[in-house]
């Protein structure tokens, strides 16, 4: 498929990240906007539409916004649907939204804890090996664990 994301493209997103953190200590905040960026770089306005991270607010009740692109999100949005399911599984979720295919991924910190989901939307449907590339990608976080609570507007 023309502009169909292939390993090759995510092995390339994952080797620029792979050398970028090898360079700095590493910071939850700036990684989860380097993960982002770098997805977005890769795939942005074709095939994906937008992507970003939704992140457990301390009372969890909802996911408030977090490193997005190309736009962030406005406001924060309930714990339900299908970024609830993916949060309270631990598993990727794929699904089509009107004109858009939409892949969730959980993220879990170094105590295997969901704290966070990653969001894609996409003109063409997203299939396991975007989800397993993304739970790759996002592997990090297990390692130096998650960053501090988000600050709540």
Same mark, same amino acid.
């Given at each position: 498929?023309?502009?169909?994301?292939?390993?090759?493209?995510?092995?390339?997103?994952?080797?620029?990240?792979?050398?970028?953190?090898?360079?700095?200590?590493?910071?939850?905040?700036?990684?989860?906007?380097?993960v982002?960026?770098a997805?977005?770089?890769?795939?942005?306005?074709?095939?994906?539409?937008?992507?970003?991270?939704?992140?457990?607010?301390?009372?969890?009740?909802?996911?408030?916004?977090?490193?997005?692109?190309?736009?962030? &999100?406005?406001?924060?949005?309930?714990?339900?649907?299908?970024?609830?399911?993916?949060?309270?599984?631990?598993? &990727?979720?794929r699904?089509?939204?009107?004109?858009?295919?939409?892949?969730?991924?959980?993220?879990?910190?170094?105590?295997?804890?969901?704290? &966070?989901v990653?969001?894609?939307?996409?003109?063409?449907?997203?299939?396991?090996?975007?989800?397993?590339?993304?739970?790759?990608?996002?592997?990090?976080?297990?390692?130096?664990?998650?960053?501090?609570?988000?600050?709540?507007?």
């Open positions: 498929m023309k502009n169909r994301p292939s390993r090759a493209r995510y092995d390339k997103v994952k080797s620029g990240l792979d050398l970028k953190w090898r360079r700095r200590a590493p910071q939850a905040e700036r990684l989860m906007r380097e982002v960026d997805l977005w770089d890769a795939f942005g306005g074709s095939p994906w539409v937008r992507c970003g991270l939704w992140i457990l607010q301390p009372d969890g009740a909802a996911f408030q916004p977090g490193p997005a692109r190309p736009d962030p &999100a406005e406001a924060s949005v309930p714990v339900e649907g299908l970024r609830g399911e993916a949060f309270a599984s631990c598993s &990727a979720r699904s089509a939204q009107g004109a858009a295919a939409v892949l969730v991924v959980p993220i879990q910190d170094k105590n295997g804890k969901p704290w &966070a990653f969001e894609a939307l996409s003109t063409v449907p997203f299939d396991e090996m975007d989800a397993r590339w993304v739970e790759r990608l996002f592997k990090v976080f297990q390692t130096i664990g998650r960053p501090g609570p988000p600050s709540l507007p």
